[in-house]
């Protein structure tokens, strides 16, 4: 038997959520919430013996090439195009201030 959500119930888990809902709302979601407890009660009735758990539809693997080292950026390469840089690094704006770190 499935669990009847009542307006009220639905008012007052509006109320918890800080959620401000109208009367009309209020019938609304306390027929569809009915509706979806339902339906889940419906799943329950299901026999799910010797079924294997399903954690997808299709059978999905991952295509990952093989990790093969090569050769990086040298660091000229990296800061070619930084705005600015000092002593082989980025450099960037403070952020923080001495009282502040």
């Not at 990296?78 to 600015?84: D, F, I, V």
Request: hydrophobic content about 40%; overall charge negative.
């Amino acid at each position: 038997m499935a669990l009847i959500i009542d307006e009220s119930t639905v008012r007052h888990v509006a109320q918890l959520a800080r959620l401000a809902i109208t009367d009309a709302e209020a019938a609304l979601y306390a027929k569809q919430l009915s509706d979806i407890l339902g339906y889940v009660a419906q799943l329950n009735e299901v026999s799910t013996d010797g079924v294997p758990p399903l954690d997808h539809p299709q059978a999905v693997a991952n295509v990952l090439r093989d990790d093969e080292p090569r050769t990086g950026w040298t660091t000229e390469q990296a800061l070619h195009n930084a705005p600015r840089s000092s002593r082989d690094c980025f450099q960037v704006p403070k952020v923080l201030d001495k009282e502040g770190a």
